[in-house]
C-alpha cells in the first residue's frame, strides 16, 4: 500500500512537471488598474463573468490551491491587467441557504458573506485584449481539467427552413420568406440565427430530424491540422509535433497565444467554420392561426446584400424552394433597453434588430433612433413597419449616410449631443472601429456602464 501510494505521488509529480513545461505559468502577483479601453469595457465583462460562475471553479481548481465550497460557486470580483481577483467560500464554511437545485448561491449573497475570501488568479496570456485574456484563461483551465464539453454541447442541431420567396425592399436590402414545420423559437426582437452559406436539397420529411454530429473532443485536432506548419517552424517544432499527437489541446494553446491578434482571430474562424456562416435577425414571425389546418410557421429574414460578400451571394443566389439551414443561434439581451431615455445605434447589417424593437416597443419613452447607411435609397427601410401607437406619430429616425463623412464614430456622437438628453442605457451594433469611441463617449459622458451600455461590433 505504502509503495502504491509512493508510485502516485511520482506519477501526480511527473503529471505537473510535464503540465508545467507545456504550459506557460504566470506567477506575477501584481495588480494594475485597468486603463483606456479595457477599463470602460470592465463592468461589461464583470457582468458577462456572473453567468460563468460553474466554469470559474475549474479556473480556481486549475491556477490556485484554495479549497471552496462548490455549493457556493465562485465569482470575479474585480479584474486587474495582470489577471482576476476571484471571491470564494472555504470549503469548510457551510452556507444552510444554498439553492438545492442550482448548488450555488446569489452574487449578492456572496459578496455579503462575512467569511468569503479572495484569491488573485493571473491571467495566462499578455500582450492581447482583455476578452481574449479571460477567455484564455477560461479555455486552459477546461483544457487541463479535461473539461473540454463544457465550451460548447456535444451536438449542435441543424435548424432547417424552406425559402418560399425573396424580394428586395431597399435597393440593397434582400428580404427572405421562409417557412418551418419545426418550432421556431419565440417572436423576440433579439434572436438571430447563424446561417450556414449553403442551400440542400432533403426530402421533406428527412429534414426535420435530421442532425449534424460534431464532436467537441475532435475539435483539438482540427485545430491541430491547422497549426501544424507553424508548429514545425517553433524550435524543437519536431518534438512539439510528436506531444501534440496526444495532447494537441495543449500545444494549441501555446502556440495560439503567441501569434498575433489578427492571425489568431483568422485561423480561429477558420476553424470554428464562422467563415462559412452568418448570423441574421428574425425579422419576423408569423404564427399560424388555430382556424386554419395550416401548422406551419412563417418568418422573414432581411439580409443586407453589398459587392460581393459571400453572405450577400449567398442571399441572391436563392430562391422559391431553396432549402437553408442555421447551425447555430443567439439571443440579443435587450431587456435593459427600456430603462429611461433609451438610445438605439444600427448600421445596415444591424436594421432588422432595430426595426423589430421598434414595432414590439413597451417603454412610455420613445427611443432615440439612430441609422447608418452608405446609400441614401436604404434610408427607406423603416418605412414599412407596423408602429405601436407611442411610436406611430412621436418617433424621428436620425439619419446618417456614412460616405459623406470622414469620421462617423464623431458624426454618431455629434447627434447623441444634439439631442440634448441624457442616455440612460443605449443598444447598438455597428463597425468595430466605430463602435469603440462611441461606447467609451457614452460611457465616460453619460455614466453607461455593462448591461447599460451594449453597443457593439457585429462586422469588421
Same mark, same amino acid.
Given at each position: ?103 450555488? *448561491?446569489?452574487? $449578492?449573497? #456572496?459578496?455579503?458573506?462575512?467569511? +468569503? /475570501?479572495? @484569491?488573485?488568479?493571473? &491571467?495566462?496570456?499578455? =500582450? ?14 477546461? *483544457?487541463?481539467? $479535461?473539461? #473540454?464539453?463544457?465550451?460548447?454541447? +456535444? /451536438?449542435? @442541431?441543424?435548424?432547417? &427552413?424552406?425559402?418560399? =420567396? ?60 491547422q497549426l501544424k506548419p507553424k508548429v514545425e517552424e517553433l524550435p524543437f517544432g519536431t518534438k512539439l509535433i510528436e506531444i501534440a ?117 413597451q417603454s412610455q419613452t420613445v427611443p432615440i433612433v439612430i441609422s447608418i447607411t452608405n446609400e441614401n435609397t436604404d434610408f427607406s ?47 447598438g451594433a455597428i463597425g468595430k472601429n466605430d463602435c469603440k469611441p462611441i461606447k467609451k463617449y457614452l460611457n465616460e459622458e453619460h ?14
Amino acid at each position: 500500500m505504502h509503495v502504491m501510494a509512493k508510485l502516485n505521488s511520482i506519477k501526480s509529480a511527473g503529471l505537473n512537471i510535464v503540465s508545467n513545461a507545456l504550459f506557460t505559468s504566470y506567477v506575477d502577483q501584481k495588480r494594475t488598474m485597468l486603463s483606456s479601453e479595457d477599463a470602460f469595457e470592465k463592468e461589461e465583462i464583470l457582468d458577462y463573468l456572473s453567468n460563468y460562475r460553474f466554469e470559474l471553479m475549474h479556473v480556481l481548481k486549475s491556477f490556485t490551491t484554495v479549497q471552496f465550497n462548490e455549493q457556493a460557486w465562485p465569482i470575479v470580483d474585480d479584474i486587474f491587467e495582470q489577471g482576476l481577483e476571484v471571491r470564494y467560500l472555504p470549503h469548510n464554511i457551510s452556507y444552510e441557504q444554498a439553492e438545492s437545485i442550482q448548488k450555488t *448561491i446569489s452574487v $449578492d449573497n #456572496l459578496k455579503q458573506h462575512k467569511d +468569503s /475570501k479572495i @484569491v488573485f488568479v493571473p &491571467f495566462r496570456i499578455q =500582450g492581447a485584449s482583455l476578452k481574449d485574456r479571460v477567455y484564455y484563461l477560461f479555455y486552459e483551465a477546461l *483544457i487541463k481539467e $479535461d473539461e #473540454l464539453s463544457v465550451l460548447q454541447p +456535444s /451536438k449542435v @442541431v441543424r435548424y432547417y &427552413f424552406e425559402v418560399t =420567396g425573396t424580394r428586395y425592399i431597399t435597393k440593397n436590402m434582400l428580404r427572405l420568406y421562409i417557412k418551418s414545420e419545426v418550432s421556431i423559437p419565440a417572436n423576440d426582437p433579439g434572436f438571430a440565427y447563424r446561417f450556414v452559406l449553403t442551400t440542400l436539397n432533403y426530402q421533406k420529411g428527412d429534414r426535420n430530424s435530421e442532425k449534424d454530429e460534431f464532436l467537441v473532443c475532435n475539435l483539438p485536432k482540427k485545430i491541430f491540422q491547422q497549426l501544424k506548419p507553424k508548429v514545425e517552424e517553433l524550435p524543437f517544432g519536431t518534438k512539439l509535433i510528436e506531444i501534440a499527437k496526444k495532447q494537441s489541446s495543449i500545444v494549441f494553446i501555446e502556440v495560439l497565444k503567441r501569434l498575433p491578434e489578427s492571425k489568431r482571430d483568422k485561423l480561429e474562424a477558420q476553424v470554428a467554420g464562422s467563415n462559412k456562416g452568418r448570423y441574421y435577425t428574425l425579422r419576423q414571425l408569423y404564427k399560424p392561426q388555430l382556424s386554419t389546418a395550416d401548422s406551419t410557421l412563417k418568418g422573414e429574414v432581411d439580409i443586407y446584400t453589398h459587392e460581393d460578400s459571400p453572405g450577400s451571394k449567398w442571399a441572391r443566389s436563392l430562391k422559391a424552394g431553396s432549402i437553408i439551414y442555421a447551425d447555430s443561434d443567439y439571443e440579443e439581451s435587450i431587456k435593459t433597453m427600456i430603462i429611461g431615455q433609451p438610445l438605439l445605434i444600427c448600421d445596415e447589417t444591424s436594421m432588422p434588430a432595430v426595426a423589430a424593437m421598434l414595432e414590439r416597443w413597451q417603454s412610455q419613452t420613445v427611443p432615440i433612433v439612430i441609422s447608418i447607411t452608405n446609400e441614401n435609397t436604404d434610408f427607406s427601410y423603416f418605412d414599412e413597419m407596423l408602429l405601436p401607437k407611442l411610436l406611430q406619430n412621436n418617433l424621428d429616425i436620425i439619419y446618417i449616410n456614412a460616405s459623406q463623412t470622414n469620421n462617423l464614430a464623431q458624426a454618431v456622437i455629434d447627434q447623441i449631443k444634439a439631442q440634448n438628453k441624457k442616455i440612460d442605457c443605449a443598444w447598438g451594433a455597428i463597425g468595430k472601429n466605430d463602435c469603440k469611441p462611441i461606447k467609451k463617449y457614452l460611457n465616460e459622458e453619460h455614466g453607461l456602464k455593462g448591461k447599460f451600455n451594449r453597443v457593439r461590433a457585429y462586422w469588421n
